[in-house]
């Protein structure tokens, strides 16, 4: 049985007097003003069927506060657990039961039992009560990309093949344990040492010398694993529908980094990167390349934030598109959230593109409105923040126009727009001009004059 709220709070529950004290207040006192976020958890937590009797588990209060605890904090399960058994402010906002210290594997089970969904319609309660608080309008915005790392090891064939052979034994070993009597032999130590020899063994003859041993284990032990699952009793009850469960998810998997080994390393094809299998515990995880920096494993994220700072959304990819493709659909999701275009868009060169400056024209991100229908007067001199002309051009042409432009100016200073100097504005001191600036050649002869008055001067300064 599970309830959706602590039925009754400790007078002992206090928050220290610290910043991190006080913001865990504001944050409980927020959630207490919404209440209904419980029953979406409360939802998550009993979908499964389980019954309104028994043991009482975690509230549904608790579990969102733990998962939010996690995930503001940058904790582990096991940091989680440590914390909320010692520290006096964590308890107090996890509103736990009193006396109630749940372990790690207790926390895992009920946080990741909340869906994505769930979460997201969290975020839309939050930043729509920003909204209503006027700390976030949504009419500011910039779009980045970034990449979370999945918990794998480097990938190599080898080691995906290790991996198939130390998963099966495993198998093995439960299948015995359930009622099955097939002979078979471990060959785990077997499919090490050849692991480890094409690690370091030099030379491709050598190495698929070793790949043929090491194929050749991976595929007697799978065939142990399929007589296996011929004998395990159906009647062994939930351990033996676990187990079938286990076989049904690993078994094409190995099959398929089976597969995978002999076309790159027996036949010498490539495997395009959308189709490789990195991770036999980790299936979903995708090969992430972002301009010529390293490889990374895990999944693309793109994301918009507001002026605030705060995460107005964020999407995750699958596979690994190119910028230039998301940036739009990113600006269509905001504009249903908030029911308007922002007033400005930003977002770094990898989004430029032609067919994005194209598409934009109607909308005008920049200003929301066409630029040929909004008044002349509220321009401020600047062109539309689309795809900048700069960014077109080869990148060792790139910002040479402006050198002699920018060099004019001491103080803080951020180009609004590439282009030719005629139309450059310039948002100075963190106040924008509101006309565009003098043509380049009457610059140039401005900063001769300028160079040779202050060279003068320092001159007259030197005793």
């Known amino acids: 049985m599970r309830q959706e709220r602590t039925v009754q709070a400790s007078i002992f529950d206090l928050f220290a007097e610290h910043e991190i004290g006080r913001e865990l207040k504001a ?72 006396g109630w210290n749940p372990k790690k594997s207790v926390l895992h089970k009920t946080i990741s039992a909340i869906r994505a969904q769930t979460f997201e319609e969290i975020n839309g309660v939050l930043l729509a009560s920003a909204r209503q608080e006027k700390l976030e309008s949504g009419k500011v915005v910039r779009v980045d990309s970034t990449v979370t790392a999945a918990p794998i090891h480097e990938p190599s064939d080898s080691s995906l093949l290790w991996d198939a052979v130390r998963v099966t034994v495993r198998l093995l070993q439960q299948a015995e344990a359930l009622g099955s009597a097939i002979p078979w032999h471990d060959h785990r130590r077997a499919a090490k040492k050849r692991a480890r020899a094409i690690e370091y063994t030099r030379g491709r003859p050598k190495r698929i010398r070793h790949y043929r041993e090491l194929l050749k284990i991976t595929r007697t032990t799978l065939s142990y694993l399929q007589q296996a699952s ?21 078994r094409p998997l190995i099959e398929r980094i089976i597969a995978q080994a002999e076309q790159r390393v027996l036949v010498g094809d490539t495997v395009p990167a959308g189709e490789k299998l990195v991770s036999l515990f980790e299936p979903h995880a995708d090969i992430i390349v972002k301009g010529s920096r390293d490889v990374d494993y895990g999944h693309k994220l793109n994301l918009t934030t507001g002026r605030s700072g705060l995460i107005l959304d964020l999407v995750i990819e699958a596979g690994n598109p190119t910028d230039s493709e998301r940036l739009l659909p990113m600006l269509e999701r905001h504009i249903a959230f908030y029911g308007e275009p922002p007033r400005q868009a930003a977002a770094d060169g990898g989004y430029a593109s032609r067919e994005n400056q194209r598409s934009q024209s109607p909308r005008n991100p920049r200003h929301g409105l066409p630029q040929e229908a909004r008044p002349q007067h509220r321009r401020h001199g600047q062109q539309p923040l689309g795809l900048s002309q700069a960014a077109q051009l080869p990148r060792r042409h790139r910002g040479r126009h402006l050198l002699p432009e920018t060099r004019l100016w001491l103080g803080a200073l951020h180009l609004a727009w590439a282009r030719p100097l005629q139309g450059l504005c310039l948002v100075l001191g963190g106040r924008l001009q509101s006309r565009p600036l003098r043509p380049p050649q009457a610059d140039l002869t401005l900063l001769i004059r300028w160079r040779s008055e202050q060279g003068r001067r320092a001159s007259a300064d030197t005793p």
């Open 230 to 250: 011929e004998q395990v009793p159906l009647t062994a009850g939930p351990a033996g529908e676990l187990w079938q469960a286990q076989l049904r998810h690993y």
């Open 27 to 98: 944050m409980s006192e927020w959630l207490d003003e919404h209440g209904e976020l419980l029953g979406l958890v409360a939802g998550d937590l009993r979908r499964h069927g389980l019954r309104q009797t028994g043991r009482e588990g975690l509230p549904a209060e608790a579990v969102l506060r733990c998962a939010l605890l996690k995930q503001h904090r940058q904790l582990s399960y096991q940091e989680l657990a440590f914390h909320l058994e010692d520290s006096a402010s964590f308890r107090a906002f996890a509103r736990l039961p009193w």
